[in-house]
């Protein structure tokens, strides 16, 4: 997006600027509260905003009419513009006129330093290492507010300009997102100044803290009104959890399930929640949807089963002998006269759901929202041709503030290249395109780690790779995105195997004002039976010692584990360790076991691709014969090479690759290199 883009929704926050103009200003302590403060998602915001996002997104991508620009996956290094500055380059992230606030930046390989100008000012307001900003290193912005989560950097954090910003780093070559709101022109926002580090350092730490450990962070209110329930369930059998009039607000649902088969009845028992129905509805020939439902494990924001993390707005603790697990729900759901929480049984066993629902005080007005949440599914979704997945449709007027996503993927290859393409109020052309699926959900590089964060959580991977079940969630809460007339999300399905089939089950969460519209269907019994995943076989070479498996002892550029089933068959594992972010003179020194001593013979399988570089090996410091040029216009895998007869040390070795060089051929980063594994004989 350029900063001279002027969408209708910005000529509607102009408007809606005359009337903001004596609201109080917005200053970064006022957005510090936003990050802990769910019960003000229930209300249209005010003064009114538009949350958008800069990223490096493959600027082939114009227009859905031509298919291979629209899914074009080129997404690295893009930027709006290089600008030259006091003899550097400086990559131009972000440039947009205010008033409006940062809320988000992320990437996968954070590079230079970077700056943000605000106002027009010459001099930066903030300049540090990309790598220590988004890292949590920098004084002031700690772990958790920033950090590095399953190889994703991300900062949350508010950074609020009267007139304009503009973001930029003296080094391309990377993948980025910033999120940002622009506000109605007119709204008093008081911009941000690097001393308000210091200044509010106490709200800092403290944000810090409910972060850290978000189910205490969100706690809700000590006068909160708890309404106990406790009901067992025969296979389709339907039962009311909690049911009560007035004007009022859900603040906590606490759920404990008790069935022989847990994951079957995580995902077979289905919750549903009705606020302000008249009398009759139910009965009418057309009844309203709820505005809630889904398998009760998904709405906790995980898939299948009771998979322990925990959240800002959702949660589940680990299990604990002869104790239920807990699953919490912290987030606020408001009704002007009734509400209504039913349970239905698809799950084919007998199963009991007690917990408890928190309620207090609520004064509804016309700005207050009703809360969303539901699930689709859609089994054996072929990978090609590609696909813009939906996530959420709905007309109306309100907040996006989240989603879980289920994959089953009957490979180990990549599913998730696809770029999330967010529209608002009938935007042609997304004001959110990404860079790939786990960039959206804040982690990169296909990375099966497990992380939990209060606000992105990667709950599960099976694996190995990206095989089988992954759940993944994002809250916004800080991004929150408002949309006065609709609001849509797809996600590309864009996998790496063109013979692969994925099942995929998302919920969306959202507030909507009342008679809004969405385009779920009522969820029957085929869509909660659970898929059986069989255990992936993998294929190794005897006694190989796997590259992504040794031990990294120092290193200059990143290492990765990269799955290379996509690429075909012959990895050993079918994995390697791929190093990157190289120049020559990097080193990467790796350790390796022996049992016993001797003079052994060492050989070694590598990769070789289009923008790999020239490297040296060497075992304990021996030079291991000529330098390997791992260059190829294909991704494939070297013969096993023999490196040579080296003495041994019983205990750890070392095996040190130093790139020296790169082939005129090759493109893109050009310094990268695999290694599969090693053989001693």
């Not at 298919?67 to 972000?94: P, S």
């Not at 289905?270 to 494990?297: H, I």
């Not at 998730?416 to 004001?431: A, L, M």
Request: with cysteine.
């Amino acid at each position: 997006m350029s900063r001279r883009f002027a969408p209708a929704w910005l000529a509607g926050l102009a408007v809606a600027g005359l009337a903001q103009a004596t609201l109080a200003a917005i200053t970064t302590e006022s957005l510090l509260d936003d990050m802990v403060n769910l019960e003000r998602l229930t209300r249209l915001p005010e003064p009114a905003y538009a949350t958008r996002q800069f990223s490096s997104y493959d600027r082939a991508s114009k227009s859905f009419s031509d298919y291979q620009g629209w899914f074009a996956n080129g997404d690295c290094g893009h930027y709006l513009r290089v600008e030259k500055k006091d003899g550097r380059d400086e990559h131009v992230m972000m440039d947009a006129d205010g008033p409006g606030a940062i809320v988000r930046i992320w990437s996968a390989n954070p590079a230079g330093t970077l700056r943000i100008y605000l106002d027009g000012g010459e001099t930066p307001v903030l300049e540090a290492a990309m790598t220590d900003l988004l890292g949590g290193k920098v004084p002031g912005l700690p772990v958790p507010i920033a950090g590095e989560r399953s190889k994703g950097w991300n900062l949350y954090f508010p950074i609020p300009y009267a007139r304009h910003c503009k973001v930029t780093s003296d080094k391309g070559g990377f993948y980025y997102h910033v999120n940002y709101r622009t506000y109605a022109s007119g709204t008093q926002v008081e911009t941000f100044k690097r001393e308000d580090l210091q200044r509010l350092s106490s709200k800092i730490e403290d944000i810090a803290r409910r972060l850290a450990s978000p189910r205490a962070g969100s706690e809700p209110p000590a006068e909160r009104v708890k309404t106990p329930f406790d009901v067992e369930l025969a296979p389709n059998a339907e039962a009311v959890l909690f049911e009560q009039e007035g004007a009022k607000a859900i603040c906590g649902f606490l759920v404990h399930l008790s069935a022989e088969d847990l994951e079957r009845a995580a995902r077979g028992i289905v919750v549903k929640m009705t606020f302000d129905r008249e009398k009759g509805d139910e009965k009418s020939k057309k009844p309203r949807p709820p505005e809630v439902e889904a398998p009760l494990g998904d709405f906790f924001g995980t898939a299948p089963g009771l998979i322990p993390y925990a959240s800002f707005p959702l949660g589940i603790t680990e299990p604990a002998e002869g104790k239920p697990q807990d699953l919490w729900c912290h987030w606020y759901m408001p009704f002007a006269r009734n509400a209504k929480i039913t349970v239905t049984n698809l799950s084919g066993q007998p199963a009991r759901v007690s917990g408890a629902v928190s309620v207090v005080p609520y004064n509804w007005d016309d700005r207050s929202l009703h809360f969303h949440a539901k699930w689709r599914i859609e089994r054996d979704v072929p990978t090609r041709p590609f696909s813009d997945w939906q996530h959420l449709q709905a007309n109306g007027a309100g907040r996006f503030v989240g989603g879980h996503l289920h994959i089953i993927n009957n490979v180990r290859a990549w599913w998730g290249e696809g770029d999330e393409k967010i529209y608002v109020d009938g935007e042609t052309f997304p004001s959110h395109l990404g860079t790939g699926t786990e960039d959206y959900y804040g982690y990169a590089w296909c990375s099966p780690e497990r992380f939990v964060h209060a606000y992105h959580n990667q709950p599960r991977c099976q694996g190995p790779g990206n095989y089988g079940h992954t759940s993944v969630n994002r809250f916004h809460i800080l991004d929150d995105i408002p949309f006065t007339r609709s609001f849509r999300f797809d996600v590309e399905n864009w996998h790496w195997d063109e013979r692969a089939r994925t099942t995929r089950a998302a919920i969306s969460y959202w507030y909507a004002r009342p008679g809004s519209t969405d385009f779920f269907g009522p969820i029957i019994a085929s869509d909660v039976k659970l898929t059986v995943v069989p255990e992936f076989q993998v294929t190794r070479v005897k006694g190989a010692i796997e590259g992504e498996q040794m031990a990294v002892l120092s290193k200059t550029g990143q290492t990765h584990s990269q799955n290379m089933a996509p690429f075909g068959e012959g990895w050993s594992g079918e994995e390697h360790l791929w190093w990157t972010d190289n120049q020559v003179g990097n080193r990467l020194v790796l350790g390796f076991e022996v049992k016993e001593a001797g003079r052994k013979r060492v050989l070694a399988r590598l990769t070789r691709a289009p923008d790999y570089g020239i490297v040296q090996i060497s075992v304990n410091g021996q030079k291991a014969g000529a330098p390997i040029d791992l260059y190829h216009s294909r991704v494939v895998g070297t013969e096993e090479l023999d490196l040579g007869a080296f003495d041994l040390k019983a205990g750890q070795n070392t095996l040190t690759l130093e790139m020296i060089g790169t082939n005129e051929k090759s493109t893109g980063q050009r310094y990268m290199a695999g290694l599969d594994y090693i053989l001693v004989k």
